[in-house]
């Protein structure tokens, strides 16, 4: 059920951000119990001045690659799922477009599951499944 | 109290985009318990790289008329008023701009009242209504 | 921890944009509870047609100045802590970019501190701070 908004700096290929995206998508299936067809993602691509963040603030140093994921998420996870998914995120994202771990920030937003409806005015959890 | 954010590919006419903010606001207001001029929404097309949709999880098929909205609440609905307003919208949506049902998803998220200031800086529900 | 989205419409130059950050970014620090540092934030300039607002709910009267200024935050803060960041912010905005107060929207989104990770695959809360 998530929802998931990445946000960066312009000036990246259309191949570097098809492979960000799979690789971000491919660690929630594999980490935060998201199932493999259920990807929803927008990219938004900012100049320079449109884009603020520190360089340092609990972390860092951050560059121009500074990468922000965030995700709406449909219900709760452990702090332990959460965990796992933060570190094979920034695992995956330096093994597949060279991301420094560093560079990656992530917010999630927690709904309810009837607060989404994915298609034909269903409420989820309506339907079968 | 909402804010809609609505998510769809680049190539609508302006007369499309506006048909569509329109039918959205009034079925927020006929079935979300919305006030007529509570009207806040923003509308952001995409190139095909940076919308990424499953064409087929719990729904669809999806076409490139794909669009999901986004609503931050400023207090919570019940199942029935969610259900009204999922098959109210897409009904609506049909008709005004032949948008195919099973190409609407929608993810709302609620806030509280006092997270919201309309202007002036005053708090939501301080102010005389 | 906050993540500042701010959208209004196209037009204004990139200093009135950066004081329009620097300002709000501020009025956060100074009264939201905000460290100097912790400063994450987006602009989002739209077309006429991709922003609606309407010119006088609960406020008012709107001009094409209308900013709309979204928080996800990582903890609460209480009513006084809100009014007090509210008012400050409109009148910090007033001075530094000309914003009328009743220009000024604010939405607020609260998150969990765990739904954080400012880099490095770190759960927020996990790192020493």
Redesign the interface.
């Known amino acids: 059920m998530p ?1 998931v908004r990445i ?1 960066l700096l312009q000036g990246r290929s ?1 191949q570097y ?2 492979n960000l ?1 799979t690789t971000v ?1 491919q660690a929630m299936v594999d980490t935060f119990d998201v ?1 493999p ?10 100049t320079p ?6 360089r ?5 140093p ?1 560059s121009d690659a500074f990468t ?1 994921i ?1 995700i ?1 998420a449909g219900k709760p996870r452990s ?1 332990s799922t ?2 796992a998914f ?6 995956r994202l330096q093994q597949a477009v060279g991301l420094d ?12 599951a ?11 959890g ?2 079968a ?1």
Chains 1, 2, 3 share one sequence.
């Open positions: 929802f946000s259309p951000l098809q995206s998508h199932p067809s259920d990807r929803f993602q927008t990219i938004h691509q900012y001045g449109e884009l603020m963040f520190d340092h603030y609990l972390g860092g951050r922000l965030a709406t702090d959460r965990r933060y570190q094979t995120l920034v695992t771990p560093e560079d990656v920030m992530v917010v999630i937003n927690t709904t309810a009837q607060e989404w409806s994915f298609g034909g005015g269903r409420m989820n309506d339907q499944l």
